[in-house]
């Protein structure tokens, strides 16, 4: 049984068709891959999972229960966590502060909710994904490539079962990109089901066991990233020559 | 049915004025993204200038409407977008909020200075084509004036479809709105677009103005106009700030039912009329409350403006002493006038307290502060004092129900904020502001309810006394004036507390991305309203004792015009800061009024200039309004520049002896009673924020001499060229080998280099 299923999710803006009819499914314990054009959609179908865009027609299946209907913070508390691709941080906190407001958030979640240790967690987390040199800067004030990771930080924060990654790696360098693949891997490893969209193909295809391919709002491929190398529909929308994709 | 059709006619007509000036609001709102609070405003402005030419000079009616229409007021909007509301890009709403409010007071201190409204007889404004009847139908009569106000709303309405829908620079105005830079990379000029739609507004302002004020036949009020066209608020909210024919419906549905309760109902029902004027508020508030949800957003603009850091706790403790002491210090010094302002200031701060809360900590609005206040003084009057005559006190559980009664309406005003964004829980504030001073202060006659005697508003006044907190009696100005200023520094550092608590960062969160709140698990509804609800406990409590300082207090005390001027201050004194609260309430209080007595005092003292200070007397009124027009231009607040020019002083050494000498001489010369205390205080000021200000300018630009400015990473090579030490960097990062290339050679001397 997946983690999250999409079930013929369609998304329309006025005449325009964002989504159409897209079925992905997202494994608990693996990294899944979401890769496409700008505009095929990537974005559009993180909002609609996550509850902050309405859906003109299909279902969001997530831990076994149609969550549809769902608004986004009950999602969130069924395990749902994602960053976002145009930063959305706290920007008048500190990184630290962005990190423990989560978990503050997260024991608030409801009375039933087992508290968690914040001090402890938020030390923890920011050390797992190695933001102890910037932890007490404010958050405007660091590199986009380590604004994305407060934002997986952030994320993390909430124990959560998925996290939805847009583009994660734009703005790092390559040596943080490395890092980054690792943690990915790591955090699969502990039981984490990651979706993830990016554009840096190197990225994708290492951490990556499945892939979903958006183009124009339509999944145009879907499967193990070797078979998505080799496929010749991907390569003609979006990858171009194999030999470019390195 | 006679009475039925006559009365039809007349709610018509009204409604399509209330269309004119919503249409207005909701053009320059989908294209220039600001909703124009201003609009009341200008279309007052015209009425008066219209009744200027018409009645004052005795102009025709056709040459006064072409000045006033085709030329000034367009002209009026054009330079309001292009002086003031461009500048607005990248602010936060409630920046461009305070922005348009701004701009309404000023307009109104304006029409005030230009139009005085006590040195002549009242001036009437008559309606077109005087009572002359366009026909009879039967025996019903339709006034000229009527089919005029109706079918220009008609033709209006057809028109602006027409533009927005059909033609290339109405399709282009919407996209305006949209993605500005997107549709000037197609080759659309947005700024232009912008301006024209806000002399569009503007026009349609006065036009509306112009036909409203005849039909309501009282003689011409500044205030009472500007709110009468704030009435088409509600219709544009009908419309959803969008459609059209909604807005079309909702002036309809305003002007009918407006006209209706005139009909209808029986008039020994003493609240109608008051219930008929605070109609279209109520109506506002019903439509905000059923508006559907709008999305989540995350941060609009990527970094704003804004910037706010908090101080630490020690800090506040460190603040709070001070300003005890210099409270003392200035009680000893100052005469008792003096003492009864600053008092009334920090109660004025305490309310300004609750706006900073719910504003600077949580990023909603209140526009209605004073009427919050009201509520609480209500409650004190009817079930807060113990003892008559000269030995009345007021109690300190009086205090507390007040605070926890305005707490519980607050609650009930946040609702429509729920679900909504800050510019509706604006809207719904502004609505309660209007209908309390409407409905709730007019209420002087003696009702009954389940057999409870009682009197809202008792004679349309209400005499507060000082408190009596357990043994300490607070009835002597000197101890009422520490309770103040006491309350303002326990509320403060309490403040300081929260914003350092957990509490204090889901409310930052709340207000930095509600987007990303949302999908962390937060449900903004418990916070949202827990917030309002102490912001209003707390501006209750400042009411209170505002109406303590004074003593007896009548509606003008509370009026919603005082909520906008208090709110604008404190946002220009810097809404993040608790400081900026007490900035604002010394500002609107003390500053003001020490001017004042100041230009007097001159105007007295040399009276052959005496026209020219009473020009600067007059100008003091528009002087506020002034400040926040300016706010997109310094949206962090003047706190925050004090703060900074206090950190200068810290480190240099001949700022901080130059100020601390004249602050010597100011004191020497206050002992020695040359200068009074008022002065003492300006001249303190001015020492304290202007002194460092203008040092600090010239000692930055002189360290700034050589310095380069730090220019962010992605931008090198960009914003300056790059440097040895970029390409070291770079090259340290890419793990390259550095490649050393003297700095002096360009590309065209590379080759040369290279090969010698």
């Known amino acids: ?246 | 049915m006679q009475t039925f059709l006559q009365y039809t006619i007349l709610g018509l007509a009204l409604g399509g004025a209330y269309f004119i000036a919503a249409s207005g609001l909701v053009v320059t709102y989908t294209t220039s993204g600001i909703f124009n609070f201003a609009q009341g405003a200008i279309a007052m402005l015209a009425v008066f200038t219209y009744w200027q030419f018409r009645w004052g000079w005795g102009w025709p009616a056709p040459l006064a409407l072409l000045m006033v229409l085709g030329i000034l007021a367009p002209l009026l909007g054009a330079v309001l977008y292009q002086v003031v509301m461009k500048n607005l890009r990248g602010t936060s709403e409630v920046t461009k909020i305070i922005v348009s409010i701004g701009v309404m007071l000023g307009l109104q201190a304006l029409a005030t200075w230009v139009w005085n409204p006590t040195s002549s007889t009242p001036r009437q404004f008559q309606k077109f084509f005087g009572p002359k009847a366009f026909a009879h139908v039967g025996s019903l009569t339709i006034p000229w004036h009527i089919i005029i106000s109706f079918g220009i709303a008609i033709a209006i309405a057809f028109g602006i479809r027409f533009l927005f829908v059909r033609t290339r620079s109405g399709v282009a105005m919407r996209a305006v709105v949209d993605d500005p830079e997107l549709l000037q990379l197609n080759g659309g000029r947005p700024e232009r677009l912008a301006m024209i739609s806000w002399a569009g507004g503007s026009f349609l302002a006065a036009l509306a103005g112009i036909l409203i004020q005849p039909m309501i036949g009282s003689a011409m009020s500044a205030g009472a106009l500007t709110l009468l066209v704030i009435d088409a608020f509600a219709a544009a909210m009908f419309g959803r700030l969008r459609s059209l024919p909604r807005t079309f419906m909702g002036a309809l549905i305003i002007g009918l039912t407006t006209t209706y309760v005139v009909a209808y109902f029986p008039s020994k029902w003493t609240w109608s009329s008051a219930f008929h004027n605070s109609l279209p508020m109520i109506f506002l508030f019903i439509v905000l409350l059923v508006l559907p949800q709008d999305r989540l957003r995350g941060a609009t603009v990527l970094r704003l403006r804004e910037r706010f850091r908090m101080p630490s706790i020690r800090t506040a403790w460190i603040a709070g002493l001070t300003m005890m002491i210099v409270v003392f210090c200035l009680k000893v010094i100052m005469a008792k006038t003096g003492v009864n302002t600053l008092t009334l200031a920090l109660t004025f701060a305490i309310i300004a307290l609750s706006l900073v809360l719910l504003t600077g900590f949580a990023g909603e609005i209140n526009l209605a502060a004073l009427s919050f206040g009201a509520i609480a003084v209500m409650v004190v009057y009817h079930f807060g004092i113990s003892g008559t005559g000269d030995g009345a006190r007021t109690t300190l559980w009086g205090i507390l129900l007040a605070a926890v009664v305005t707490a519980l309406v607050g609650a009930l005003i946040a609702l429509p904020a729920l679900r909504l964004r800050g510019l509706y829980l604006a809207l719904a504030t502004m609505a309660f502001g209007v209908f309390v001073s409407r409905m709730v202060l007019t209420e002087r006659n003696e009702r009954e309810l389940f057999g409870w005697k009682f009197t809202i508003f008792t004679a349309g006044q209400l005499t507060i006394p000082r408190p009596k907190i357990g043994p300490i009696d607070f009835n002597s100005q000197d101890a009422f004036l520490f309770l103040c200023a006491g309350l303002f520094v326990v509320i403060g550092i309490g403040m300081v507390y929260l914003r350092h608590s957990g509490y204090g960062r889901r409310l930052t969160a709340m207000k930095d991305s509600p987007a990303a709140s949302a999908t962390l698990g937060m449900s903004v509804v418990r916070l949202k309203l827990s917030i309002f609800m102490m912001s209003a406990a707390i501006a209750g409590i400042g009411g209170v004792m505002m109406a303590a300082q004074v003593g007896t207090v009548n509606a003008d005390r509370f009026d919603i015009f005082l909520s906008l001027a208090l709110m604008m201050i404190t946002v220009v004194g810097g809404i993040g800061y608790v400081s900026g609260a007490l900035f604002a309430g010394i500002f609107l209080i003390a500053f003001i009024e020490a001017l004042n007595l100041l230009l007097k005092k001159f105007a007295v003292d040399y009276s052959t200039l005496e026209a020219i200070f009473m020009f600067f007397i007059s100008a003091v009124t528009v002087l506020p309004a002034t400040i926040g027009i300016t706010m997109g231009k310094n949206p962090s607040g003047a706190v925050s520049d004090i703060v900074d020019g206090m950190n200068l002083v810290k480190q240099s050494k001949p700022l901080m002896i130059t100020v601390i000498g004249l602050e010597a001489v100011i004191w020497a010369l206050t002992a020695t009673e040359v200068i009074t205390n008022w002065n003492f205080v300006v001249l303190t000021l001015a020492n304290l924020i202007l002194v460092p200000m203008v040092g600090g300018k010239l000692l930055m630009a002189r360290a700034m001499r050589g310095v380069p400015k730090p220019v962010p990473p992605e931008l090198i090579g960009i914003d300056r060229p790059f440097t040895d030490e970029d390409l070291a960097a770079m090259d340290h990062a890419l793990n390259l080998e550095s490649v050393v290339i003297p700095s002096s050679t360009t590309v065209r001397e590379e080759p040369a280099n290279a090969s010698a």
């Open chain 1, 1 to 246: 049984m997946p983690l999250l299923e999409t079930i013929g999710v369609k998304v329309r803006f006025g005449g325009n068709i964002a989504l159409d009819d897209v079925s992905i499914s997202v494994e608990a314990g693996s990294v899944t891959g979401l890769i496409g054009p700008n505009g095929a959609g990537k974005t559009t179908l993180f909002n609609t999972i996550t509850g902050l865009q309405p859906l003109s027609g299909g279902q969001i299946i997530f831990n076994d229960k149609d969550v549809t209907k769902e608004p986004p913070h009950k999602r969130t508390r069924m395990g749902l966590a994602r960053t976002f691709q145009r930063l959305e941080l706290f920007t008048t906190l500190s990184v630290r502060d962005n990190v423990r407001v989560a978990g503050e958030i997260r024991n608030r979640w409801s009375l039933r909710t087992p508290k968690m240790d914040i001090n402890a967690e938020t030390d923890r987390i920011i050390s797992l994904v190695g933001l102890g040199d910037v932890a007490d800067r404010e958050v405007g004030e660091i590199p986009t490539g380590k604004a994305r990771v407060v934002e997986l930080a952030r994320a993390l924060m909430i124990q959560p079962t998925l996290v939805l990654l847009d583009e994660p790696a734009s703005g790092q360098t390559e040596e943080e990109t490395e890092q980054f693949g690792q943690l990915l891997r790591d955090l699969a490893g502990e039981g984490l089901g990651i979706c993830l969209v990016e554009h840096d193909m190197a990225l994708v295809m290492q951490v990556c066991q499945t892939i979903h391919v958006l183009d124009f709002g339509r999944m145009i491929a879907s499967g193990s990233a070797e078979s998505i190398r080799n496929n010749p529909t991907v390569i003609d929308a979006y990858l171009g020559a194999p030999e470019s994709v390195g």
